[in-house]
Nanobody
Framework: QVQLVESGGGSVQAGGSLRLSCAAS????????MYWFRQAPGNVREGVAG????????YYADSVKGRFTISRDNAKNTLYLQMNSLKPEDTAMYYC??????????????????WGQGTQVTVSS
């Protein structure tokens, strides 16, 4: 079992930045692909970014490519999402997730076995 806890959400104006963190605890000895998803009210959960076990491969949704950066620090068991040039349409609850092997960097909401509780990001115009 892995427990995931997100932090770093908040309210910012358009053009601003936020850095989300996701701390993992529990059975962190196993390798996991990690992801960020988001879900706005009335919308389906959307895969935002994914990262491989060693951090060398990443994936970004077209809507965030060039603005968001996913990274991980395996020594600290922490996943990050640096969000720059935020837009009002980025407003959503952001969730981190982990998938055990076999896994890919492409975030599929059906795949992760572990989810955090979410952190709210609100971007005002």
């Amino acid at each position: 079992q892995v427990q995931l806890v997100e932090s770093g959400g908040g309210s910012v104006q358009a053009g601003g930045s936020l850095r989300l963190s996701c701390a993992a605890s529990g059975d962190t000895s196993r390798p996991y692909c990690m992801y960020w998803f988001r879900q706005a009210p009335g919308n389906v959960r959307e895969g935002v970014a994914g990262i491989s076990i060693n951090g060398r491969s990443t994936y970004y949704a077209d809507s965030v490519k060039g603005r968001f950066t996913i990274s991980r620090d395996n020594a600290k068991n922490t996943l990050y999402l640096q969000m720059n040039s935020l837009k009002p349409e980025d407003t959503a609850m952001y969730y981190c997730a982990a998938a055990s092997l076999p896994c890919t960097v492409v975030p599929d909401p059906r795949r992760p076995g572990y989810w955090g509780q979410g952190t709210q990001v609100t971007v005002s115009s």
